[in-house]
């Protein structure tokens, strides 16, 4: 049933979090993670993850469901206690404001004071809302509390302010920044601190309801990008400039950046490879490890044009929901869904993506919090562990033994080590691991470390204190073993927030370095490895 080992006083079980599944009720199949530590392939920022928040009012509906509720960062309860923690236990967490009513805002400014209205519903225009307005003391509350929550913030302007959209589908003209400036310049009088300013919301390539060439596009990205050096010349950091806020088009995208020149940062592109919320197979689709792969090519795509472009532009995802048009209850705010997501994240990283925003932080049926009662879904824990667990380096690694286990390896956050994640889509088998670095096999065994190097790559720790020969694992489970509840465990305990609203501490557990590595079917793993030191990681 597995073995007993004292560390700090506690007696923790090794084959523990879920004994159905793990002693007894499943196939156990031997697989093997080979981990490339000679070079990183990729680097993220350091606050790799991000999430978004939308201006979807309440009346935002999709397939007959109203899925916002108070969720837009218009209405949304700035004081709920549960939402601040979430966010401070991150420190920091990139938040992104923006989504498809963004180019329909005008921002209420010192200079710009026609009356402030809100968004109303109506099927004849574009995206089925009016304009709406941002109020100059929203955007100072909202201020005020990313500033106690320690949120680093990336704002979507209104791009579309100032064309005109013809029949065809294509807005024509010049971007009017007037608006989208006196913004800018309010902030920085008001000392309001801007991670980047992000132009427009799917408008590239054939767009979503309506496209800007990219010539065009480019013209106005570099006038973004003026307006920023001159608001921001005596202020450091720079926010960044960010473009274009939609789906991959690799014609479109290579286009911009050629045209652009140095005037931009950070070229952001949308996920939503599962199709629509109301797609019945979603679930089908995320634990097939051939449609996850789809999505690679993407990624391949745009590093192919970022690093043959000559540019110091780099990649993010800018916003990510899986499943379109506010995603599925029950499935993408549901445990099922931290497979797709963490392997998004693992994927994106390995192609040189610097962060990752997931749509949403709250709101719609894909939020990390719930939309009425801010409590944590299961991906925000996947998230948080992501962040605390994953360096920025990131390592070449494959699986062999099983299509069903996804493997990424990053340096360690925590220590000069690794961490390994281990998803596992199969719902029948329990794999257990052994780990190659380079080709070299660490041979597990009690009371000793026993290598055959094939290279230099490896430096075990002369001590033989169980401290420095020991391993944290973190095992996600799903609770009574259903994909789609909304209810994670870690290492076999419930992830929830206490009374006072405070995020759970997520402890692992401590695993002699002689035990093999075992992830339980249906099941995610990290495994932070300090006592591996690799050259990519020192």
């Given at each position: ?5 004292l560390?700090k ?7 523990l ?13 031997q ?27 309440p ?42 009513l ?22 004849s225009?574009?995206?089925g ?15 005020a ?27 024509v ?50 006038a973004?990008?003026?307006i920023?050096l001159d ?42 490879n ?99 009662t801010?409590?944590p ?23 062999s033994?099983?299509?069903k286990i ?22 029948n088998t ?9 080709g ?22 002369k ?27 870690l ?9 006072f609203?405070?995020i ?7 695993v ?21 030191i690799l050259?990519?990681c020192?």
């Amino acid at each position: 049933m597995g073995s007993l080992f004292l560390q700090k006083g506690m007696l923790v079980w090794i084959c523990l979090f879920s004994l159905r599944l793990i002693c007894g009720y499943s196939e156990v199949a031997q697989g093997s993670v080979f981990i490339d530590g000679k070079n990183a392939i990729g680097r993220t920022d350091n606050n790799f993850i991000c999430a978004t928040l939308d201006w979807w009012p309440p009346e935002k509906c999709d397939y007959g469901t109203c899925a916002w509720d108070h969720a837009s960062f218009l209405n949304l309860d700035l004081n709920n206690i549960i939402f601040l923690n979430a966010i401070k236990a991150f420190s920091p967490l990139k938040i992104r404001l923006g989504g498809t009513l963004q180019d329909k805002v005008i921002y209420e400014t010192e200079d710009h004071k026609q009356p402030c209205v809100s968004f109303v519903k109506n099927t004849s225009e574009m995206f089925g809302f009016t304009s709406g307005c941002l109020p100059l003391s929203r955007w100072d509350e909202l201020n005020a509390f990313f500033n106690k929550s320690g949120a680093s913030i990336i704002f979507g302007l209104n791009a579309l302010y100032g064309r005109s959209v013809h029949p065809d589908g294509l807005s024509v003209g010049a971007w009017d920044s007037s608006n989208a400036e006196s913004l800018i310049r309010y902030t920085v009088k008001k000392g309001y601190a801007i991670h980047g300013w992000e132009l427009g919301n799917e408008l590239c390539g054939s767009g979503v309801g309506t496209r800007v060439a990219a010539d065009q596009y480019a013209s106005d990205t570099t006038a973004l990008y003026k307006i920023v050096l001159d608001a921001y010349k005596n202020f450091e950091p720079r926010p960044l400039v960010i473009a274009p806020g939609g789906f991959f088009d690799e014609g479109w995208f290579r286009e911009l950046i050629n045209k652009t020149g140095k005037s931009f940062d950070v070229a952001t592109h949308h996920i939503y490879n599962l199709g629509p919320g109301r797609d019945e197979h979603l679930v089908d689709k995320i634990l097939d490890p051939s449609y996850l792969d789809g999505e690679a090519d993407t990624f391949s795509k745009l590093q192919n044009v970022l690093k043959t472009s000559g540019t110091s532009v780099v990649a993010w995802v800018g916003e990510a929901g899986g499943a379109y048009n506010s995603g599925r209850d029950h499935v993408t705010n549901a445990f099922v869904f931290s497979f797709w997501y963490l392997d998004q994240l693992g994927m994106s990283a390995a192609y040189d993506t610097k962060a990752y925003c997931r749509q949403t932080l709250i709101g719609g049926n894909y939020g990390l919090l719930n939309t009425t009662t801010f409590v944590p879904n299961p991906d925000y824990y996947s998230a948080l562990l992501w962040h605390r667990l994953m360096g920025r380096n990131v390592l070449s690694t494959t699986f062999s033994g099983s299509k069903k286990i996804r493997a990424y390896a990053h340096c360690a956050k925590q220590s000069r080590g690794i961490t390994l994640l281990l998803i596992n889509l199969d719902g029948n088998t329990t794999m257990s691991a052994n780990v190659a670095f380079n080709g070299t096999m660490l041979h597990q065994r009690k009371h000793r470390h026993h290598s055959h190097r094939k290279s230099s790559s490896i430096r075990l720790p002369k001590s033989r204190k169980i401290a420095s020969n020991t391993r944290q694992e973190y095992h996600l489970t799903a609770k009574d073993g259903d994909l789609q509840s909304q209810t994670m465990l870690l290492n076999g305990k419930p992830l929830t927030i206490d009374s006072f609203g405070n995020i759970p501490s997520l402890e692992p557990i401590f695993v002699n370095s002689t035990e093999p590595l075992t992830v339980a079917p249906f099941s995610i793993v990290f495994v932070h490895i300090p006592y591996v030191i690799l050259p990519a990681c020192s």
